[in-house]
């Protein structure tokens, strides 16, 4: 006879008391988190235009690899407190000039842009920019989670640690593990190694070590690409909670995404010569609704890309 010791018949036990199993708890997760989207958007007036403040200001840039252009001549304006998706087929540009608006592509060599970008009114690349100030107001999360092989703890202080913000550390990581809804899930386990966390956690991880910074615009490419169904709706919840506070630029093919969370689109496609360029730009609705160009239409209704 088993007796209650016995583990296999001690689970069998639990798991008769708590019931049948909710029949797929999957989509309860899945619908629970799309009703809270809908709230949100729902919650959200948009801007009037003449209320709308520009944070980057892109006239005509072109960045080019090795001399070769990637993405040319993109005039368009980001706006604070917006999240602004940048949609359009593989390799016309968007990670490109994602990276140009936090002075990554510095960083990669042959790189060069011509135009000019400016952050509240100064140019990003103005030779008295020191771009590591640049990268602490505009940060970044890339499309892989790319936790430090670190602690939970360590992982959000380091650009702390790396800025000189070693005043309140247990305070500010605290604050930004809450901000990416992680603190529950980790709090106990602050000095365990990040590598151990699940995916979508490690992408929250990265967003919570962004945000530490205290950083004013969060550049984000394709945040929830590698991630499953739920963990994407939870990054996409993050967002739409985010963006009272930051400005967010966001890379996404996924154009239910792109229509979900965000409040204005850029269209970029490419042309026989493999530049990108900047189709049109536009608040989200209409982009997906009634956009100007039939380009775009073709693009967000499926036809092409
Ligand atoms: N480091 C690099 N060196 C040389 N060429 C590059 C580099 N990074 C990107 N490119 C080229 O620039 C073009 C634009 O690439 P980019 O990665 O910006 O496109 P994308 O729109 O982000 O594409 P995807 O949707 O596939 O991520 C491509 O032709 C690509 O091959
Ligand atoms: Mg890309």
Redesign the pocket.
């Known amino acids: 006879m088993a007796t209650v010791s016995d583990p296999e018949k001690r689970s069998e036990d639990e798991a008769a008391a708590a019931g049948p199993p909710p029949p797929n708890t999957a989509d309860a997760v899945q619908s629970q988190s799309q009703a809270k989207l809908g709230e949100l958007a729902a919650k959200r007036a948009p801007v009037p235009e003449d209320r709308r403040e520009p944070v980057l200001r892109l006239d005509g840039v072109t960045i080019s690899?090795?001399g070769?252009a990637?993405?040319c001549d993109v005039t368009m304006d980001v706006f604070r407190q917006q999240v602004t998706a940048f949609i359009?087929?593989?390799?016309?540009?968007?990670?490109?000039?994602?990276?140009s608006l936090n002075r990554m592509n510095d960083l990669?060599a042959?790189?060069t842009l011509d135009g000019k970008i400016t952050y509240h009114g100064h140019d990003l690349y103005g030779s008295a920019v020191d771009p590591v100030e640049v990268r602490r107001r505009i940060g970044m999360v890339f499309?892989r989670p790319n936790p430090f092989p670190k602690s939970i703890y360590d992982n959000v202080a380091f650009g702390l640690r790396l800025h000189g913000m070693k005043d309140r550390l247990d305070e500010r990581v605290e604050e930004a593990l809450h901000k990416t809804a992680l603190w529950d899930e980790v709090k106990d386990r602050l000095k365990s190694s990040a590598l151990a966390l699940s995916g979508g956690q490690q992408q929250r991880l990265c967003i919570a070590r962004a945000l530490a910074v205290d950083p004013e615009v969060l550049l984000m490419?394709?945040p929830a690409a590698s991630l499953d169904p739920i963990a994407t709706l939870r990054i996409e919840e993050l967002i739409a909670e985010l963006r009272e506070t930051y400005t967010i630029v966001i890379?996404t093919?996924n154009m239910q995404q792109a229509s979900r969370i965000s409040d204005r689109t850029a269209f970029?496609t490419m042309g026989p010569d493999?530049e990108?360029y900047l189709v049109e730009a536009g608040d989200t609705a209409k982009i997906f609704t009634n956009p100007t160009e039939s380009l775009t239409e073709d693009y967000v209704s499926g036809r092409f890309g």
């Open positions: 690899y090795s070769a990637a993405v359009g087929p593989s390799g016309c540009g968007k990670t490109t000039l994602l990276r990669v042959g790189a499309q490419d394709e890379v093919h970029f493999r990108g």
